[in-house]
Every structure is written in C-alpha cells, then in structure tokens.
C-alpha cells in the first residue's frame, strides 16, 4: 500500500465535492426547510387564532340568539295583548251596533204603530162617518150628531 | 470462488484482490509480466501468444516495454516501477461515481423541493440535514461558518456509500472485470489509504487555515508553543502540540482505512473458504460454514460502515471547532 498522486486526485475531487454541497446544495435545502418550518410556525399560530375567533363567535351568536329568543317572546306578547284589545274591542263594539240597531228597531216599530194606529183610527173615523152618513141621512142631519161622534172619537183615541 | 476458477492459490486470490487497478508511467527497458491463464503449459503459452507476448515457461507472459509511457500496472513490480505519479483509477472512479450519486440525490431533491408535497425522497434528504445540522449546531459552537455543515454532509454520505461498497460481494464486481480485461479492481474507495489520506489532509489543511485565520498566526504559534506547560517549557511544548497536531490527520486517515480494510480483508479469508470445492463432505462444509459466518460478518460490518463515516465526519467538526476556538492563555 503506497501512497501516490491518486492522493492529490482523491483532494481535488473533496473538494469539489464539498464546493458543490456548499453552494448548491445545503443552502437550498436549509432555507426550504426553515421556509417551511416558518410557514407551520405561522399555521400554528393563524389556527389557534381562528379557533379564538370561532369561539368568540360562537359566544356572540348564543348572546344574539338569546336576545332574539327575548325579542321574540316580547314581540309575540304583545301581540296577544293587541289581539286581546282588538278582539275586545270589537266585541264592544258589536255590542254596541246590536243595542243601536235594536234601539233604533224599536222606535221604527213604535213609530209604525203610532202610524198604524192613526191610519187605523183615520179609517175607522172615516167608516164609521161614512155609516152614520148613511144611517143618518135617511133621519138626521149630519151636523147635529157631529159633536157626539167627536166625542166618541176622542174617547177611542184615549 | 475467483482463486479456483483462474487458477491461482488463494494467496494470489489475496493479494489480487488487494491490489488497486494503477494506471502510471513507465520507462522503457522495463520488463512487464503478465499472469497468464490456463491449465496446462500449452494452453498458457497461447495465451501469451494470443496477446504477442513471450511465455516465460511457468506463469507469466513477459514484454519488454522499449519506449516510456503510461501504462495499466499487471502487478507489484509495474506498481513500484510507476513510482508517485501513479493513479488508482479504481478508487478514483468508484469514489467519484459514488460522489456523484450523493450529490446527484440531494442537489435533485434540492431542485424539486415541495413545501407541502415532499416525496419519500426528500423527506430522507430532510432528515438528513436535520441530523447533520443537528450535530453540528451541537457541537461546532466556537464561530459561524456556513462551510462546516455541507462539509460535515459531505463527508458523512461521501464516506458512508464508499464504505457500503464493502457490503457487495468481493468477487461480484472484480470477477466480471478480470473477464472484461481489467486486470484489477478494488470496489471500496475508502480500503485505500490515498483516499482516507486526502480527505484527512483536506481536513487537516482547513484545520490549519482556520486556526491561523481566527487566532491570527502569532496566536497559533503560541498555541503551539506556550500550551501546556507555560513559556518555561517550551520545547515540551512545541513536541507535545506538534506530535497532537500531526495525529490529528494520522489518526483520521488511518482508521477509516484500517476499520475497512481489516473488514475487506475478513470478507476476503471467508470468501476463501467458500472457494474450495463441493464434491467432499467436508468442503460442503466449509462451504455451509463460510456463507454462514460471511452474513454475519456483513450484519456486523453494517454498523461499521455507518459508525466509521459518522465518526469521520464528528471528528472533522471536532477539529473545526477546535480550530475556530480564540487561542487562551491558560
């Protein structure tokens, strides 16, 4: 086993070889990876926030689902308190109608038999007349007997 | 199972397997030889003459090269003849194509990077520089320097996958090649000490650069120097920190080499029992005995090959760090 120039051979090609490595390889690759080591530092961390945020939203969305429960609640009482009023109200209402329309009825009807009551009494004055005339003008005279039959007449009227 | 089949003794199988594929100079006048194949003398010289060399009556074919030029080594003699400029061009290739695999993996995964997509492919890449970035933030904590990282990647995966060529099987890809013409051929870079050297000189000469760029050069010659004794010992010093300061590269080198080697060499002794025939009872045997022990010895050589390339690249971040450190009086 003899050293010779194979040594001075074996030294050019280490040392290209490291030359290499060191200028085209390692660099390339370390920051690649510190790139990426980086790029999951930031993911960590862009992650753990969004978690935050969701929770936070979360929280915010019962608040808000709580408030429109309320709302809700507030909005459907006060409608049953104005269904309520209305439905009362008509009710007063119909109430009231009905007693003006049968109000209003009953003096039509006593109107009526107040008419009736005069054509009535018209008719029969006048049948009555028309008869005496008759009978009277065969005896007496009509004048003579008028102020009996207005007597009469004012009786029946009572 | 090589040393049956091409007629060698199982201490030439050793040695064959042991020996890289050199490519260097050779003078002229040189005499080459080369291993001839065959049963029989006749069969031999025709190999020789099939190739037009002479037949040197016993096992090799001879040349006599008559003019200097680059040559294959075909064994030891051309190895020493080559002297230093001489090339591994197994362990360069190997270690280069290996390399390139590496870089190939993690520069494709770097490309095609997917921030909430990754393929299994990158999710290993990322671990990976998540470990190596690990390690070294844990333990290179003296200065910044954006080279210490993809340095340590480097040298870990580099290392690693030279190392795991030493789980493939010793005659799975050298036996096909000897049949190809290649005469030798060792798969793991990192059983070559020229491999194991150069990446710990490398280290090594960072080492230095770094120590003197960040205590200045006086601050280094003091380190050296008034360490551990105090100025009144200096020459203890200086032999104390020099002797430390050269272990450093000696120590990184020679375990990597040594650690894989060794192992080389055991996959080696066992692949030697399997290579003795099946007709006995007791080659059977053998057989049974070394496949068996040739598995555990891979299971074990796993941890191995992981542990040897992470304690390369630990220790190179050690020694950055070391280097890095301001110089103290203590």
């Keep these: ?158 | 199972m090589a040393s049956e089949s091409s007629g060698r003794t199982f201490q030439e199988y050793l040695e064959h397997h042991l020996q890289n594929l050199v490519y260097g100079p050779l003078p002229a006048g040189h005499e080459r030889k080369l291993y001839s194949k065959g049963e029989d003398e006749a069969t031999k010289e025709a190999y020789c003459q099939e190739k037009n060399l002479d037949y040197d009556g016993e096992k090799y074919c001879k040349e006599t090269l008559t003019e200097d030029g680059w040559y294959l080594a075909n064994n030891k003699t051309d190895v020493e003849a080559m002297g230093f400029w001489a090339f591994h061009i197994d362990t360069m290739f190997f270690s280069v194509l290996l390399g390139g695999i590496f870089l190939f993996i993690f520069s494709g995964a770097a490309r095609s990077f997917s921030l909430d997509k990754p393929t299994k492919l990158q999710l290993f890449v990322e671990m990976m520089i998540d470990f190596i970035n690990g390690v070294v933030k844990g333990t290179f904590k003296a200065a910044q320097n954006s080279l210490i990282a993809p340095m340590a990647l480097t040298i870990f995966f580099w290392v690693l996958l030279m190392n795991v060529m030493d789980l493939v099987p010793v005659d799975l890809i050298p036996y096909p090649a000897e049949v190809l013409g290649i005469p030798y051929l060792k798969v793991v870079p990192t059983t070559d000490l020229n491999l194991t050297a150069a990446l710990a000189l490398s280290v090594f000469i960072l080492y230095l650069f770094y120590s003197v760029k960040s205590k200045g050069f006086i601050g280094f010659i003091k380190s050296i120097s008034l360490h551990p004794f105090g100025p009144w010992m200096l020459p203890a010093n200086l032999f104390i920190e020099i002797i430390d300061l050269i272990a450093k590269p000696l120590s990184l080198a020679l375990r990597l080499y040594g650690n894989l080697y060794a192992g080389e060499m055991i996959f080696l002794l066992i692949a030697g029992m399997v290579s003795i025939n099946l007709t006995s009872f007791a080659g059977l045997g053998l057989n049974l005995a070394g496949i068996t022990l040739s598995l555990i010895w891979a299971i074990f050589h796993i941890l191995i090959v992981v542990l040897q390339a992470f304690i390369f690249m630990m220790l190179t971040v050690v020694y950055m760090n070391m280097a890095h450190e301001k110089f103290e009086q203590h």
């Design chain 1, 1 to 158: 086993m003899n050293l010779n120039a194979t040594l001075l051979g074996q030294m050019i090609a280490f040392g290209l070889f490291v030359w290499f490595c060191w200028k085209f390889v390692w660099p390339p690759l370390l920051a690649a990876m510190e790139e990426r080591a980086e790029k999951i530092e930031q993911g960590l961390k862009d992650s753990e926030e969004s978690a935050k945020k969701i929770l936070d939203a979360e929280e915010q969305s019962k608040k808000m689902l709580a408030e429109a429960k309320k709302e809700a609640k507030k909005i459907m009482d006060n409608a049953k308190n104005q269904s309520e009023k209305i439905v009362e109200e008509s009710k007063n209402k119909a109430t009231e109608e009905k007693d003006r329309i049968v109000g209003s009825a009953q003096s039509e009807i006593e109107k009526e038999v107040v008419n009736a009551k005069k054509t009535l009494e018209k008719d029969f004055a006048s049948s009555v007349m028309s008869a005496v005339k008759k009978i009277v003008a065969k005896e007496v005279s009509m004048s003579s007997y008028q102020d009996t039959v207005d007597k009469s007449l004012d009786d029946f009227r009572k």
